[in-house]
């Protein structure tokens, strides 16, 4: 212990950081687990899709949407989610819904509006559609 205190009269810049990023560790690790909406490996959305008949939101812009998209995603931007324009995604509640980003980073504040809204199951796939095209999955060009 008391080498500790040594430590910590030594380096308080350093001891400073170091207990900022346990607390933000901790404080993301309760918040993931305290969340409605569930990161989702590639095999889980795949088990979704072909047992659960599971719906694929695809949140990118239509151009990066046309270059490549999971079968049967439907594209509803972000923007439109924040602003409740939710259209044929609204028959959807009851199934479970994942969302698709670029790379996985940007679909949560999506996802947690969407359960908000009163989606039953709401998903992200992890590292998005960069995870899902670099395990050579199926794309869909066009549309």
Known sequence: ?????????????????????????????????????KVITRSQVTYLINKEDAVVVDIRQRDDFRKGHITNALNVLSGDIKSGNLGELEKHKAKPV??????????????????????????????????????????????
């Open 1 to 37: 212990m008391q080498e500790i205190m040594q430590f910590v009269s030594r380096h308080p810049v350093l001891s400073i950081a170091w207990v900022g990023l346990l607390v933000a560790v901790i404080v993301t690790t309760f918040k993931g687990l305290a969340s409605k909406v």
């Open 98 to 143: 994942i969302l698709v980003d670029g790379t996985g980073m940007n679909a949560q504040e999506s996802a947690s509006l969407l359960a908000k809204a009163g989606f039953e199951r709401v998903m992200v796939l992890k590292e998005g559609i960069a995870g899902w095209s670099g395990e050579n999955l199926p794309l869909v060009r066009g549309k």
